[in-house]
């Protein structure tokens, strides 16, 4: 599957391509310029020599609104449309051209047809050269006859199908050449696709590290600095206060660490869900106590008796990850919702912001997703992504009566063969 920037590449060599065909053409009318002036095997007929002069100027002026439209070229469509123009277009003058020289029986110009099936061959790989010899085929029919009737030629249909057979080969062989070179060089694309890809998320992880982990490293850090320097003159709430404050920037640290750990595993194919019942509203609390605040910012809507049957562990790094991203770029109060259902729990937290917008929705989820608000890189939403699917369900964003929602459905028998199964080490 080709994404935007495989297009682009794709794109990129149509481009190139055409514009090898400008010098290509600027040769050929050069070549076919020198051809029709020091020709004399024979008398040209009245008018077929300036003919030919026609068609060599056609061959080199076309060059001229062929590299305009180049450069409006926009999509893999588009330049696909233009090079069947352009392939048609190249035909019609190679065709002209030889049937122009009809009048010489003995003339090698149908060696012209070879260029045809190469061009179609690099353009529309083993198909196109296959349907360019067919042309190439009925056009010398095509003009055997003719040359019958206007030049009384007898039409030899030995030599016919002797060189249209070599030319059928000719084009075979080059279409599976460029159908081979063409597959080799999807390879390519997607081998370089994932090194950048590889080279993005090292270069994002770098920033993440430095953006999100520093923080709450570098404010824990400090603050048990003041309280070493300053605890004779502190009192006990005051020294309690700041290291509980530094406990909690701890704890944000572990969870991204957590987070890092989960990522790693998940690359390497290894995470494992071992399931437990979990209380749900303990389960949420013990969450929401993780974070550093004196007013009621979210509410819990769940029923004292619901319990889930999920990894305790891991569905505690969905509830961080999410309420983490609620905090930070939602607005209070957050709201947070179970249901229960046979076998399966949905599980809804949403808050009073904006919103996102559509763009930002689709990207949601992806590795090392930058938010365009904070400037923040995390992996919160894609470990929550990550984990729900290792149990089996399913996490997306939507609206529900205007707030902004982030859902998780977890069925509670989807990890049974996860669980059966050793984790690699």
Partial sequence: MNGPTDDSKVLAEWIDLERSMVVVRLAAAVFGLVMVLTYDAEPYPPGIRQAALGVVFLLAAANVPIAMLLR??????????????????????????????????????????????????????????????????????????????????????????????????????????????????????????????????????????????????????????????????????????????????????????????????????????????????????????????????????VDDTAEAYVDPARFDQILINLLSNARKHGRPPARISAEVGDGDLTLRISDSGDGLSEAHARSLFAPLNVNPRSGSVGLGMWIVLTLTTAHGGRAYYETDDGRPTFVVWLPFAAAETAERSPARS
């Fill in 72 to 301: 409006r070229v926009g999509s893999v469509a588009r330049a696909r449309r233009l090079g069947l123009a352009t392939l048609l277009f190249d035909a019609c003058l190679v065709l002209g051209f030889f049937f122009l020289y009809s009048f010489d029986d003995s003339s090698a110009h149908f060696l012209l047809f070879f260029l045809l099936p190469a061009v179609a061959a690099l353009k529309f790989r083993l198909a196109g050269a296959l349907i360019m010899w067919a042309v190439c085929t009925a056009a010398y029919v095509g003009r055997g006859i003719l040359v019958a009737e206007i030049y009384g030629f007898a039409l030899n249909l030995p030599s016919v199908a002797f060189r249209m057979g070599i030319l059928f080969l000719v084009s075979l062989v080059l279409g599976v050449f460029a159908r081979r070179l063409a597959t080799q060089a999807e390879v390519l694309r997607g081998a370089l696709a994932r090194l950048e890809a590889e080279e993005r998320w090292r270069t994002a992880l770098i920033d993440m590290l430095a953006h999100d982990l520093r923080a709450p490293i570098g404010t824990a850090s400090s603050t048990m600095e003041l309280i070493a320097r300053r605890i004779d003159t502190m009192d006990p709430p005051q020294v309690r206060d700041l290291a509980t404050s530094a406990i909690r920037q701890n704890r944000r640290a572990l969870y991204l660490a957590d987070d890092l750990l989960e990522m790693a595993r998940a690359r390497q194919d290894r995470l494992v869900v071992q399931r437990e019942t979990v209380h749900l509203r303990t389960a949420i609390h013990s969450a929401i106590d993780q974070f550093d605040s004196s007013d009621e910012w979210a509410t819990v809507e």
